[in-house]
């Protein structure tokens, strides 16, 4: 189901299981829900655009989560096509996602493109996998 909402905003909603999921175009940061999947680098750590802002906007807790995972792992926090699922805020703020799933997504070669598109497709399995093991 497609629907325009506004010149800014389209809704894409499907189910996946008994996970119901819904991709919007807007400001990820300011969506009120679940979970948002951000797209990250392997050490998870910002790199500006969206990385940086959900950074920002989840806070300290999130942050903190993040860089412990980060330093612990090292660069290979979280390999291209993988995710990884951190608390965002407490249930009590409901302005924001309650959880952060962070993605690697491949750099797209088209001399390797079903590599990429394997590992593309992997970001949005393991994305899935997480939200429904989290029954999000």
Known sequence: ?????????????????????????????????????????????????????????????FVNQVIAVSQELQDNSCPIGQSRIFVAKNRQNRNIALFVINTVGPVYHSEEKEKSAFLLQSCYSTSFALANLYSL
Do not use: W, Y
């Not at 189901?1 to 919007?24: C, M, P, Q, W, Y």
């Not at 969506?31 to 797209?39: F, G, L, Q, R």
């Open 1 to 61: 189901h497609i629907e325009k909402l506004d010149d800014e905003n389209i809704v894409f909603k499907f189910a996946n299981g008994s996970l119901k999921v819904t991709i919007r175009q807007g400001d990820l940061s300011k969506e009120i829900c679940d979970a948002v999947v951000n797209p990250t680098k392997e050490s998870m750590l910002p790199n500006g655009g969206l990385d940086e802002t959900i950074h920002k906007t989840m806070g300290t807790l």
